[in-house]
């Protein structure tokens, strides 16, 4: 076996040991739950009645979810690709605020806006009888839609994007009106993206937690990972239970997966040839272009206007009784973030550490495993799959495996309640985005450049060094400023693997928020905020600059 082979195999080995160990632990708990193969434990937990009727609740929420964000994505989708204000760019980053935001916070933010005498009725007194309404299934799903929709937007504005204008020119020639165009031109050249889409918004619904364990958990609505997160950290603590559920959500969210590979092979459409035409927009009326722009507000301001005031708002006020009135306005509780007891500094530089570390690990073993990918061929296929099996699942689930793995291998890697098994967690769970951006970033390097390298006696680590690594530095950043974002505010991973008395960001705006300390904790949401959204436009800078 030559080096390069040996080199693949222990890339291989160490992937399989660092997320397949983890989650074989799961089904291990759930068919093995006293050393000898029983399905029954898993059968019982699922007809129990209470998680019964929570899975058929999380299949609901799911559903509803994408068609409220479809409702919400298709027309903005064809307003940004279609008419002139596609070339209104700042708007990408303004339908992305609300999906880097945190949907816990988030989720906090409209429960201090709409709850009994919150921030909606000190405005308008008059307007009490909405937070009945709100407060049920249909204000869960309006807040996750509201979370998950620039997700489906960004993804159908690229699919409409590929779509010639000269067919819906065509379209119209022929006589076709514009009602007549979407529904025999568009609708079938982009059922395809849409359902691939839709899945993805179902999966991502189901895999929520922070939502569901805010405002969820406030109207008694129980969802998979809730029920899961349940099981595992409160007394009575039940792993083959959380373990059962989490077999059931793994099955469901792979279904899905092979769904959508399905989808995609079936419904693919060759519609950008070498005769250009997809340049052109409509142009809009001066009526037509007024309404467009009233609706893109009316989502700007439920999306992010709402839940950002909510939250900043709460963060400045010294008195939640007295409300918004003179004088009752303070910054003492940033102040009190930083000097009032050590947890808030302490979590901020948790927080920093976990993700400075698990972001540079994360870019390093990307690279590695980008680059084998890329060289290899059946066993590349191999390294990138494995690496990238930890975007499909959701991460309460390998977060559940990682306990449970590296729980029952306490003596040989006695990491289990230290700082370092959540490092460990968040460089699994954040893995795929360095892979996934340096791999964009080889599919850019042609492979005559390398050859030219060897044609003129280069070996190979100089070429890696002088020509491959500067050509896919940018991939790297990106992917390691991504990981950063992300688990600066984690929430799932130390909700239930952080060792005692240790909190990060997303720890403490929860503790905060539930122990009544709202103003703290919305003080450190709004820090948690501006830290994320400025690392986002860093991002967008620097994924602008590559393109």
């Not at 870019?363 to 930890?390: D, F, H, Q, Y």
């Not at 539930?514 to 709004?526: D, F, L, N, R, T």
Request: charged share 10%; hydrophobic share 50%.
């Amino acid at each position: 076996m030559n080096r390069k082979k040996y080199g693949n195999l222990i890339l291989i080995i160490f992937l399989i040991f660092l997320i397949i160990l983890p989650l074989l632990s799961i089904f291990r708990q759930t068919i093995f739950p006293d050393g000898h193969f029983s399905l029954s434990m898993a059968i019982n937990t699922i007809q129990e009645e209470e998680n019964l009727t929570m899975i058929l609740s999380s299949l609901l929420l799911g559903v509803l979810v994408v068609i409220v964000s479809s409702l919400i994505a298709l027309p903005l989708a064809y307003i940004f690709s279609r008419t002139n204000f596609r070339r209104y760019h700042f708007f990408d980053i303004i339908f992305m605020i609300p999906f880097m935001t945190p949907p816990y916070i988030s989720s906090m933010g409209w429960i201090l806006f709409m709850q009994k005498r919150g921030l909606l009725q000190q405005l308008f007194p008059s307007l009490s009888i909405v937070s009945d309404y709100f407060f049920s299934l249909f204000g869960l799903v309006l807040v996750m839609s509201f979370h998950v929709f620039p997700f489906m937007m960004t993804m159908m504005k690229n699919a409409m994007l590929t779509v010639p204008y000269s067919l819906d020119e065509a379209g119209a020639v022929a006589g076709s009106s514009f009602p007549e165009r979407i529904r025999k031109l568009f609708l079938p050249l982009l059922t395809g993206n849409y359902a691939i889409g839709a899945l993805l918004v179902f999966v991502k619904t189901i895999s929520e937690y922070g939502t569901p364990a805010t405002l969820g958990r406030r109207i008694g609505f129980s969802v998979f990972t809730t029920d899961i997160h349940r099981y595992a950290t409160v007394s009575p603590i039940d792993f083959g239970k959380s373990a059962s559920l989490a077999s059931l959500l793994i099955g469901i969210c792979l279904l899905i997966w092979f769904l959508q590979n399905y989808i995609t092979n079936k419904t693919r459409y060759d519609l950008v040839s070498g005769k250009g035409g997809t340049g052109k927009v409509g142009e809009l009326s001066k009526k037509a272009f007024a309404i467009i722009l009233a609706y893109i507000f009316l989502i700007v301001f439920f999306s992010m206007i709402i839940p950002l005031f909510s939250i900043i708002s709460s963060s400045l006020i010294n008195l939640r009784g007295y409300g918004f009135r003179a004088g009752n306005f303070t910054i003492n509780n940033y102040i009190k973030v930083f000097t009032e007891d050590t947890q808030g500094i302490n979590a901020l530089s948790i927080s920093l550490f976990l993700a400075l570390s698990s972001a540079t690990i994360a870019a390093i073993i990307g690279t590695i495993c980008a680059t084998m990918a890329n060289k290899g061929r059946k066993m590349g296929k191999v390294i990138e799959g494995l690496s990238l099996i930890p975007e499909m699942l959701p991460s309460i689930v390998l977060v559940l495996g990682i306990m449970l793995f590296y729980n029952s291998i306490y003596k040989i890697v006695p990491i289990y309640g230290t700082i370092w098994i959540m490092v460990l967690a968040y460089v699994i769970l954040f893995l795929p985005y360095t892979v996934q951006y340096v791999t964009s970033s080889y599919s850019q390097i042609s492979p005559s450049l390398i050859a030219a390298a060897r044609m003129s006696g280069a070996k190979s680590g100089f070429i890696f060094l002088r020509i491959t690594l500067p050509l896919i530095s940018k991939g790297i950043l990106s992917g390691w400023m991504m990981t950063f974002i992300i688990a600066f505010r984690e929430l799932v991973t130390p909700s239930l693997i952080a060792p005692t008395n240790t909190l990060t960001v997303s720890t403490y705006i929860n503790r905060q928020f539930e122990q009544g300390s709202v103003g703290k904790g919305m003080a450190m949401a709004v820090i948690c905020i501006l830290f994320s959204t400025v690392f986002l436009l860093l991002l967008e800078k620097v994924v602008r600059k590559r393109k």
